[in-house]
């Protein structure tokens, strides 16, 4: 088995409220069926079991970029959003938070009996997954979220968290069936994250041995490990800074996003008359469904679709994000039946973007960008758990 990863993050309370969460949730399927129509089932576990493309989508999709609750609202709504389709997709979300976790075997024993796999060898699997990083891995953190995806081709993925209370970190865990091997003989590239001295790991090829008599401490060391697993460990503060996001990615998107760019493109004349608001939306969704690997190093940067309850790094656009659903849904709508004009438009939005930054020189901080969503934030339906945004006289029309 192959770990993907580890993402560090800040214990971050607060629920999500509903008139965000359903738009998560409603953004959620076409970005996924968008997925699974262009790169296959494969292809989104894989991503699924990657921290940084995660922390991305949870961004894109609404939430606190560097909050710990990314993993249960990213995972709650794909359950949501997927199982009613699950059979069409061929993409199962088993598992939960809490006691819900504990229902994974038994819900992967009914997604064997609808798609004919071995519902006892998933279960198994699940089982296996998080005693490995609970039990025969002790670093610290108790795993207590345990989420379980499986495709009808028998592929899955595993994205399970663990919580440290006393320092106030969890810990989330991806892992991918692409490379199994085996649970009890180094099933991981690596165990990642903050350096916690001795940790006890069973699964290690050198305990073998002792993996009879459970006594073995093995140290790791962490320069080893973070250069072969990615580790994603995000700061505590609310807040977007300069040094959260890539500058000049960020840039091209926003010239990108202007009105008067978009009328060279000929590309973009299906995407006319929504407005440069909501070209950029569109550009960082875009970039989750078919940015590569490298385009996730900074998760921050997918907060400017939409904001986020809290208002950082501003309030939820929610007339944005209506219009960013609405057009992601046409299109995947109009792919079902071989229109795929539009779908081809949006994915656009990205190579251009991307084009852009080779010879894009970025002129103001993030700063800038933040204190302008802001401004406007009224005239997009802004929305925060405290309310609407209101304009400030002297903010223009």
């Given at each position: 088995?192959k770990?993907?990863?580890?993402?560090?993050?800040?214990l971050m309370?607060?629920s999500?409220p509903t008139?965000?969460?359903?738009?998560?949730?409603?953004?959620s399927?076409?970005?996924?069926?968008?997925?699974?129509?262009e790169?296959?089932k494969?292809?989104?576990l894989?991503?699924?079991?990657?921290p940084?493309?995660f922390?991305?989508f949870?961004?894109?999709?609404?939430m606190?970029?560097n909050s710990?609750?990314?993993?249960?609202?990213?995972?709650?709504?794909?359950?949501?959003?997927l199982?009613?389709h699950a059979?069409?997709?061929?993409?199962?979300?088993?598992?939960?938070?809490?006691k819900?976790?504990l229902?994974t075997p038994?819900?992967l024993?009914?997604?064997g009996?609808i798609?004919g796999l071995?519902?006892?060898d998933?279960?198994r699997?699940?089982r296996?997954?998080?005693?490995?990083?609970?039990t025969a891995?002790?670093?610290?953190f108790?795993v207590y979220?345990?989420?379980?995806?499986v495709?009808?081709?028998a592929?899955?993925?595993?994205?399970q968290?663990?919580?440290k209370?006393?320092?106030g970190r969890a810990r989330?865990?991806?892992?991918n069936?692409?490379s199994?091997k085996?649970f009890?003989?180094?099933?991981h590239t690596?165990?990642c994250g903050?350096?916690?001295?001795?940790?006890?790991n069973l699964?290690?090829?050198?305990a073998?041995p002792t993996?009879?008599?459970m006594?073995?401490?093995?140290q790791e060391?962490?320069?080893k490990i973070?250069?072969e697993i990615?580790?994603?460990k995000l700061?505590n503060?609310f807040?977007v800074?300069?040094?959260?996001?890539?500058?000049?990615?960020?840039g091209?998107?926003?010239w990108l996003?202007?009105e008067?760019?978009t009328?060279t493109?000929?590309e973009?004349?299906?995407?006319?008359?929504?407005?440069?608001?909501?070209?950029?939306?569109?550009a960082?969704?875009?970039?989750?469904?078919h940015?590569?690997?490298?385009?996730f190093?900074?998760?921050a940067r997918?907060s400017?679709a939409?904001?986020?309850k809290g208002?950082?790094?501003?309030?939820?656009?929610t007339?944005?994000y209506?219009e960013?659903i609405?057009t992601l849904k046409?299109?995947v709508?109009k792919?079902?039946?071989s229109?795929?004009?539009q779908?081809?438009?949006?994915?656009k939005?990205s190579e251009?973007a991307q084009?852009?930054?080779?010879?894009?020189?970025?002129?103001d901080g993030i700063?800038?960008l933040i204190?302008?969503e802001?401004?406007?934030s009224w005239?997009y339906g802004?929305?925060t758990?405290?309310g609407?945004?209101k304009?400030?006289e002297g903010?223009?029309?």
């Amino acid at each position: 088995m192959k770990r993907s990863g580890t993402a560090d993050l800040k214990l971050m309370g607060g629920s999500i409220p509903t008139w965000l969460f359903d738009r998560m949730t409603r953004l959620s399927l076409p970005i996924v069926e968008t997925i699974l129509m262009e790169y296959g089932k494969k292809e989104f576990l894989k991503r699924i079991s990657d921290p940084f493309w995660f922390q991305s989508f949870g961004a894109v999709i609404g939430m606190d970029w560097n909050s710990s609750g990314v993993t249960t609202t990213v995972m709650s709504a794909l359950k949501k959003s997927l199982n009613p389709h699950a059979q069409e997709l061929g993409i199962f979300v088993c598992g939960g938070k809490g006691k819900d976790s504990l229902q994974t075997p038994t819900e992967l024993l009914r997604v064997g009996d609808i798609t004919g796999l071995d519902g006892n060898d998933l279960s198994r699997s699940s089982r296996l997954s998080a005693k490995v990083d609970s039990t025969a891995i002790q670093d610290g953190f108790q795993v207590y979220m345990h989420y379980f995806l499986v495709s009808d081709e028998a592929d899955w993925s595993v994205v399970q968290q663990g919580m440290k209370p006393e320092d106030g970190r969890a810990r989330r865990y991806h892992w991918n069936s692409s490379s199994l091997k085996s649970f009890v003989e180094e099933p991981h590239t690596a165990i990642c994250g903050d350096h916690q001295g001795d940790i006890l790991n069973l699964v290690d090829r050198k305990a073998k041995p002792t993996q009879i008599s459970m006594l073995n401490i093995a140290q790791e060391d962490p320069d080893k490990i973070l250069a072969e697993i990615p580790h994603m460990k995000l700061p505590n503060y609310f807040d977007v800074k300069d040094q959260d996001v890539d500058i000049k990615r960020m840039g091209s998107i926003l010239w990108l996003a202007q009105e008067s760019q978009t009328q060279t493109f000929d590309e973009l004349l299906l995407l006319k008359g929504l407005g440069p608001r909501t070209l950029q939306s569109l550009a960082l969704v875009s970039e989750v469904i078919h940015g590569t690997h490298s385009r996730f190093t900074d998760p921050a940067r997918f907060s400017f679709a939409h904001g986020s309850k809290g208002g950082k790094p501003f309030p939820v656009p929610t007339k944005v994000y209506d219009e960013t659903i609405s057009t992601l849904k046409t299109a995947v709508e109009k792919a079902k039946i071989s229109s795929t004009d539009q779908q081809q438009a949006i994915k656009k939005l990205s190579e251009l973007a991307q084009a852009a930054e080779s010879d894009f020189t970025p002129k103001d901080g993030i700063g800038n960008l933040i204190q302008k969503e802001n401004e406007d934030s009224w005239k997009y339906g802004g929305r925060t758990i405290g309310g609407y945004s209101k304009k400030v006289e002297g903010n223009g029309d």
